[in-house]
Structures are given as structure tokens and as C-alpha cells.
């Protein structure tokens, strides 16, 4: 064996890894090779980077820990134990007695030999390890996994289900599948061992990324099973903001507690002109602020273009929008509909026969990042073949959806943001999923399908309102501005910039006047206090 080999268990293949699974004391005497030069894919960047800064940072700046909450935070996955990490100890000096617990996964979607795993769990605990005092490692591998109620049961199936889903970017899942298998699998165990941990243990508080999906999302399930409070966090898409939720789902992006501090208040002049430059730039396929985001492959050319574009006539039209598929804020929004697909398919069919409309399928444009099928393939399967009156328009295609919205009577929406953005625009707007913008006062929100083609049989015969009222576009402009621009907190790192996000926030600043003013309260909320909406 060569001496890399000795340094990176993945040069070592998964033939020598069985073997040396089968070798008494394996595992201790090939961690001790490569205990101080480790260098395998699986790799705690930050950690072992600026280990000796943090804790210089914090031995200068940290306040004492007698009065501070007892908080756990919880990762799977290398990345998000590096992260966390470090978030642990931006905790730890403001006072919080911190514990890290974690499964020392290479990859979410394929296997784990034991002896990797091992030998990942070594490496982790050695290198946190060293950020004692100020973080406690905790390996969930050393507890012993104890039963699950059925309730936690049934929900590792059904999250198995989502990260199926959120992996192959379809509806559509065999739970006889290899991923399947795996990730329920490991869902279930992570609950198992969360359950004896946490019964263990019980925090004040247990932080924890995403909540929806793989082993955070059942970890985030056995805390509220337990009553143990409990803060989710993500990142917004722009560049030093999260999101954070308190008791909740932060995908869910429930946005209750906002909307009920603030949505009673107008909109100041200098926050009408944020919203609006916002709203211009997504229109006219140009980034905003300190995102480097496109909503639009094309800028806009305006609704008679399209209109031409698009072969449509004088009939009204009706905008149906769809979701990407593959993302987690898209996963388990359903009401009465069994899947995005079926809210599709059924619509489609519904209209078929009603030529004094016209509708348009707008496929997302954002699919054309997208491995799995595409909603298109789902419009086309819904009739043998399209009436003149039907029209889809492709992910690839170089149609501004603004511009259709231009011509638009009625939208139709899952949950996609766009269905705001025609409310925005004085749109009636009948929401199909489970948004955050739903039940604001300016959508139409059906809760069964027989509600909702009742709301569409209204539309399509004159007998509702072709237009939002002025207080109701009012309402879609005010809430708008609260999603983008109030809901989103600021933070200092994202994980997919992490190594420049310590450069410029390295723990020292953070720690400063500067970062205090700046990130300290909500690292506040992260530990658990209720988010003051009034403030931001």
C-alpha cells in the first residue's frame, strides 16, 4: 500500500475496506497512521484551518457560560458538521454551553462502508475535539438505537419518500428502490439514535439545518416528539442572509409571525422603491442587491410580443405556473391534490373543452438546471393531443413570463413565487399548494378540488372579479416586500461559500462591536429567542 493510501481511506477502494473491516484492531491501527496527515474527501475545512484563530477568538472575546442555555446542534454530512461547527463556537462565546452531535456521512444518496464510517467518526471527533471547552463532539454512533414510536416510524418513511424525491427531481418514487431503501434506512436509524441521545441529554434548545429532508429532518421530528424546542435554519438565495424558524419547518417558510407584526403597516416611500426595483429587476432578466440570481433567461419584450410569439388571439388568458422540481421548499406542499403532477394533468383536462379561453403552461425556467423529468413531460401526458387553445411553453424557451403575465386574466399556481408576483400585478390568483403566501388576502386559496373548480368555472363565465381590488394589490406589494427583504436575517457565512465567508467574517470580526451590532441578535434567535419582527 503507498503511503497516500495510508493518509486517504478513499484510495484504499472498497475491496480493502471490507478487508480491513475484517482485521482485529483495524480501524485503530490505520487511524493511527493517518490520525495527524489525514487528507480523504470526507474533510472538516474549517476546522482544520482556523481551529487555533477560533479559539484564540474566543479566549479573548467569549463571556462566561454558568448562565447560558444548554443548546445542541445537529449535522450529518461533512460540510454541515464544518459549518456548524463554527457555529457552535459563535455560540459557545456569547455564553452558550454547546454540544455537536453528529453521523459522519460522505454522501446522502449511496452507501457507507463501515469501516469508512468509522474511520470518518474518528477523524471528526479528533479534530472537534480540539474546540473543547468551548463545543462538547458528540458521535450518535456510540449510542445505542433504541425504538421507534410509530408515529416517528411512519414519518421515516415518509421523509425517506421526500429525500427520494429531492434526489431524482421527480414525483415519482418506487419504495422498492435502492435510494429508498437506504435513505429509510438511515432515517430511522438517525431517529433511533436521536431518540436515546436526546432522552439522554435534554437541551434547552437543539439547532439544526434545513429540517425537511435525510437525517435532519428526523432528528427535527424526535425533538418536537419530545417537546424539546427546537430552531431550523437555511439560507436565503442571496449572499449573508438566512432564514430562520422557531418550532418549525424553515422550508415551510412560515411566515405567520411576520405578517401578523408587520402586515398591518403601509409601506414607506424608500420601501416601495426597494420592492419595485426588486420586482423590475426580476421582470428584465437582471440581478438585484447581493444576489447574482437571473429569474428570467430573457429580458422583457413586452405582452404583444409574446402574444404574437405564442400564436394567442383576444381570448382571455389564463397563466398556469409551475414549481422546479427537486428543491425542499417544493416537497410535501400538497393540499388536495395528490402531486404537482396530478394539480397539472387534471386543470389541463378540465380546460380542454372550454375554448373561450386560452391557456398558457409555463414551465419553469429554472428546470433547465434540473437531472430529473421535466413538467412539461407531465402537460404533454394529460391530453393525446393539445386543442389550439392549450399552449405549453418549454423551460428552454426564450419567453419572459412577465410578458405573459401581461395578458394574463387568471393565474394558476402550486406554490411557485409567481403566483405573488400576478397578485403583485392586480392578477386573481387560485393557489393549488401549500405556499407561504396563501391566505394574505389577496389569493384565492381553494382546500378541495371541488372548491377549486368551482373558483375556476367562476372565472372562466364572468361571475367573479377580473381584477384584485386596489387594497388587495396593496396587500401583495406589503407582503412582498416583508418576504424578500425582512424575512431573510443577516448572517454572516452560507454553506456553499463558506472558505471566503470565514475570510471575510473570520470569528475575531464576528465577535467585535462590528459583528455584534450586526449578527448578534439573531445568533440570539438561533439559540432560541423568539424572533422580534418589530425590529428588523
Not at 13 to 40: D, I
Not at 62 to 78: D, E, N, Q, T
Not at 244 to 267: E, H
Amino acid at each position: 500500500m503507498s503511503d497516500a493510501r495510508f493518509h486517504n481511506p478513499d484510495l484504499i477502494g472498497p475491496r480493502g475496506q471490507q478487508l480491513l473491516a475484517g482485521l482485529p484492531l483495524a480501524t485503530e491501527l490505520y487511524w493511527w497512521n493517518c490520525r495527524k496527515r489525514y487528507q480523504g474527501y470526507y474533510f472538516l475545512h474549517a476546522v482544520e484551518t482556523y481551529a487555533a484563530d477560533m479559539l484564540a477568538a474566543l479566549a479573548a472575546h467569549a463571556v462566561p457560560s454558568s448562565g447560558g442555555r444548554k443548546i445542541h446542534l445537529f449535522s450529518s454530512w461533512h460540510y454541515w458538521i464544518d459549518f456548524c461547527a463554527v457555529m457552535g463556537l459563535a455560540l459557545a462565546a456569547r455564553g452558550q454551553r454547546i454540544s455537536l452531535a453528529y453521523l459522519p456521512y460522505k454522501r446522502f444518496y449511496s452507501p457507507s462502508h463501515p469501516f469508512e464510517l468509522r474511520i470518518h467518526d474518528r477523524y471528526t471527533r479528533d479534530r472537534l475535539n480540539r474546540l473543547r471547552p468551548w463545543l462538547k463532539p458528540v458521535s450518535l454512533r456510540h449510542f445505542k438505537a433504541g425504538d421507534l414510536p410509530p408515529e416517528l416510524e411512519q414519518a421515516a418513511r415518509q421523509v425517506a419518500l421526500y429525500d427520494t424525491q429531492y434526489t431524482l427531481q421527480t414525483e415519482e418514487t418506487d419504495p422498492h428502490s435502492d435510494l429508498y431503501q437506504l435513505r429509510y434506512e438511515r432515517n430511522r436509524q438517525a431517529a433511533r439514535l436521536a431518540l436515546t441521545w436526546l432522552e439522554a441529554d435534554r437541551p434547552d434548545g437543539l439547532i439544526i439545518p434545513n429540517g425537511s429532508i435525510q437525517e435532519y429532518s428526523m432528528v427535527y421530528r424526535v425533538a418536537r416528539w419530545l417537546g424539546i424546542p427546537v430552531t431550523t435554519f437555511e439560507f436565503s438565495e442571496n449572499q449573508g442572509e438566512i432564514w430562520i424558524a422557531q418550532n418549525d419547518d424553515v422550508m415551510r417558510q412560515n411566515t405567520d409571525s411576520l405578517w401578523q407584526a408587520r402586515g398591518a403597516q403601509p409601506l414607506s416611500a424608500e420601501q416601495w422603491q426597494k420592492i419595485r426595483d426588486l420586482e423590475s429587476a426580476r421582470m428584465g432578466a437582471r440581478t438585484f442587491g447581493n444576489s447574482d440570481r437571473l429569474w428570467q433567461d430573457v429580458p422583457t419584450a413586452g405582452g404583444e410580443r409574446v402574444r404574437r410569439l405564442l400564436g394567442l388571439d383576444e381570448r382571455p388568458v389564463l397563466l398556469m405556473a409551475t414549481n422546479v422540481l427537486g428543491d425542499s421548499l417544493t416537497l410535501g406542499r400538497n393540499l388536495f391534490a395528490e402531486s404537482m403532477a396530478e394539480w397539472i394533468t387534471r386543470t389541463i383536462r378540465f380546460l380542454a373543452d372550454r375554448p373561450e379561453v386560452q391557456l398558457v403552461v409555463r414551465i419553469h425556467p429554472g428546470e433547465r438546471f434540473n437531472t430529473g423529468p421535466s413538467m412539461a413531460e407531465v402537460a404533454q401526458t394529460a391530453l393525446e393531443h393539445f386543442p389550439e387553445h392549450i399552449h405549453l411553453v418549454g423551460p428552454m424557451e426564450k419567453v419572459n413570463t412577465y410578458d405573459i403575465m401581461e395578458l394574463t386574466r387568471l393565474g394558476l399556481v402550486y406554490t411557485t413565487t409567481t403566483g405573488l408576483e400576478m397578485a403583485m400585478n392586480g392578477i386573481p390568483v387560485i393557489v393549488a399548494g401549500q405556499t407561504h403566501y396563501r391566505r394574505r388576502g389577496f389569493t384565492l386559496d381553494p382546500q378541495t378540488w371541488e372548491e377549486y373548480f368551482a373558483l375556476l368555472e367562476q372565472h372562466l363565465t364572468g361571475r367573479a372579479p377580473q381584477r384584485l381590488t386596489a387594497e388587495q394589490i396593496e396587500l401583495a406589494w406589503r407582503y412582498a416586500y416583508l418576504f424578500f427583504f425582512v424575512y431573510p436575517l443577516p448572517f454572516p457565512w452560507k454553506l456553499t461559500t463558506f472558505k471566503p465567508d470565514l475570510e471575510t467574517w473570520p470569528l475575531t470580526r464576528l465577535l467585535s462591536p462590528e459583528g455584534e451590532a450586526r449578527f448578534g441578535r439573531v445568533f440570539d434567535y438561533l439559540a432560541g429567542e423568539p424572533i422580534d419582527w418589530t425590529l428588523h
